[in-house]
């Protein structure tokens, strides 16, 4: 079993620049693709940003391409979603996932494990 666990959510003003955090245990980090999406009330979970096992790897969302970073350090078992220039409508919940396998997906259902989700709200 794999534990996701978010953190570095919170309030900004829009232009401003938050850092999420996702720890990750029970397996070993390295074998797993790593995704960040996010959701708003009533909407499905969109995807955010995608790194591969060994970082060397990264796909964004259009919407966040050239303002958001994915990164991971295999050594914490931490992956990491730079959001900078952020935007009032970044504000949703953002979720951590790992996918096990090689090649990237932006679809949330072929993620196997998921985080609880932290709140990013960006006021106008």
């Known amino acids: 079993q794999v534990q996701l666990i978010e953190s570095g959510g919170g309030l900004v003003q829009a232009g401003g620049s938050l850092r999420l955090s996702c720890a990750v245990s029970g397996r070993t980090f390295r074998d797993y693709a790593m995704g960040w999406f996010r959701q708003d009330p009533g909407k499905e979970r969109a995807f955010v940003a995608w790194i591969s096992r060994s970082g060397g790897s990264t796909s964004y969302a259009d919407s966040v391409k050239g303002r958001f970073t994915i990164s991971r350090d295999n050594a914490k078992d931490t992956v990491y979603l730079q959001m900078n220039s952020l935007k009032p409508e970044d504000t949703a919940v953002y979720y951590c996932?790992?996918?096990?396998?090689?090649?990237?997906?932006?679809?949330?259902?072929?993620?196997?494990?998921w985080g609880q989700g932290t709140q990013v709200t960006v006021s106008s």
């Open positions: 996932a790992a996918d096990n396998s090689a090649y990237f997906s932006g679809i949330a259902h072929d993620y196997e494990y």
